[in-house]
């Protein structure tokens, strides 16, 4: 069943979202708020993009050519009506394919930026995988392994572009690994609390293709306060 | 000019400093108290231990024999005075060598724990370098670098032994690298910020030998508060 929301505290965006597959969630809108927007930006690409929430977000902050590639048809449909609604035809891209095989082609060097909010959980054992398929897709690193991730980004992103994701902290050490591996240098981390006093659980990394070494470690952002309330600079990303 | 001074908060220890030389820091302070202390921990190791501020925290937390191996003779003698001192000549043994001549003997996985606040600058261009040799020394991975440590650690260490280390967080990918490329795998990372609204400006991080991937962002760590107080975090450590 279709339903249609606003996009969080973006007012004026709305998002097409089917209540049996896997719905955008704050990872969507950190990400999109966490990376770097340039000015000079020309194309902007959002591997995996589901229906399409940091695309939306994305139109607000950059005029860059907004490009989204996704595997599934039934996700690529709720983002093309999204994106339909919000008449932002004219910025947003949306290409319905593997991103393996998009990246197969002659395009190289051509992004500023790539966002990916990739599958969180190493695609290891049937009793991990939900039985929903499509949340399977989106949730597993089945289709998409961090290692082609970063494969892709180095032939697709410009010299110095940058790569920004979202995961879960505990893969820390295997994401930083393999963009160094990949040229593609880590240069800023924020970690996310759901609140005070509990370990981060989620993870914020940009890197730069061929940059320098040398890493800043922002400011921790918290979600929640101790009244169970967003924190400021969360209710501001809503603004 | 030595001068003898309470080791902060820790009301019951003294410690021998040289005005000329690099004292015992902040750092110094969070590393022990960061650590993995296990109740099973018979031998734990301090690389570089300096005038020996290190040792003398863990000597508040744990029975196991302590050991520390500092190069300079001049910081070796101040560890020696303070130990005498405190009278902790029976868990505390100091030896006045380089690690890397201390590693090259029979000596193997034979540590519970190791901990290291090394050098911090890489050692590159002789502008960086101080005039003063022992600061020198202190500061610089003149005569050891990260791979060293983790090399002698991953020989010195248990099979599931720690290594904790204190670093600048700009060396995260650097240290994060090399530590599993050692079978040290990283499993515990706190970041300490100077106070909210800056990047961090400390790392504090503890690997596993032949530990699983996976690891753990422990809450942030503030060392000021918005009027210029150490924390009461901080100032716990001290207690």
């Known amino acids: 069943m279709k339903e249609i929301n606003y996009l969080l505290g973006y007012k004026n965006l709305k998002i097409v979202q089917d209540k049996e597959m896997f719905k955008f969630s704050l990872d969507s809108i950190l990400l999109p708020n966490f990376a770097t927007i340039n000015k000079r930006y020309k194309n902007i690409l959002d591997i995996g ?131 160094r591996a990949n040229n593609i240098e880590p240069k800023r981390i924020q970690f996310v609390y759901p609140k005070e006093g509990k370990d981060a659980n989620i993870l914020l990394v940009e890197g730069t293709k061929n940059g320098a070494p040398g890493i800043k470690i922002l400011e921790p952002l918290y979600v929640y306060d101790n009244n169970g309330e967003y924190t400021n600079k969360i209710k501001k990303y809503f603004e």
């Open 49 to 179: 993009t589901g229906n399409a929430p940091i695309l939306l977000v994305l139109s607000t902050k950059t005029k860059a050519n907004l490009v989204g590639v996704e595997i599934q048809e039934e996700s690529y449909n709720l983002a093309y009506e999204s994106v339909k609604m919000n008449n932002l035809d004219n910025q947003i891209t949306l290409i319905n394919s593997d991103i393996k095989d998009y990246a197969r082609g002659d395009i190289t060097e051509y992004y500023d930026s790539i966002l990916c909010n990739p599958p969180y959980f190493p695609y290891l054992t049937s009793s991990e995988v939900n039985k929903n398929d499509l949340k399977t897709l989106a949730r597993h690193e089945k289709s998409l392994t961090l290692e082609d991730i970063m494969k892709i980004s180095r032939k697709l992103l410009k010299n110095n572009g940058n790569l920004a994701f979202v995961h879960r902290p505990d893969r820390l050490v295997d994401i930083i690994t393999l963009m």
